[in-house]
């Protein structure tokens, strides 16, 4: 069995601005389970969603579609790669692959659809 890489409330990486060290933001109740090289699941509770409160679980596999950016629109293409510390994910528009680590792939697909980010997509540039 592959090993899996558990990780209680998904914290983001201390930050370096105009010489202040800021520190980790922690999603307390949001939750990964890593299996490098098959899957990433995601998983708890996002107190923050617009509706007042979100639970969910969702897993990504390797071949799947996942957002790695977004402005207007959402960027998102085809997981190639799952590491015990980042999602890698090819850019067909601009063949080249984008890595986020664990914190901001949580962040940009606990809760994403790609049905409705290709509607949104087609409705903004109309």
Known sequence: ?????RIENIS???RKSNGVVHPPEVKTGQHVEVTPGVSIRLFGH???HISG???YDVTYRIGDEAEYDSFNLSYH???TKISAKCVYIWNDMYNKESRLDLYKFSWRNHNWNLAKAVKETLEWMD
């Open 77 to 79: 293409g085809r997981i």
């Open 46 to 48: 996002n107190p923050n």
């Open 1 to 5: 069995m592959a090993n899996v890489i």
């Open 12 to 14: 983001s990486k201390p």
């Open 53 to 55: 409160g979100l639970d």
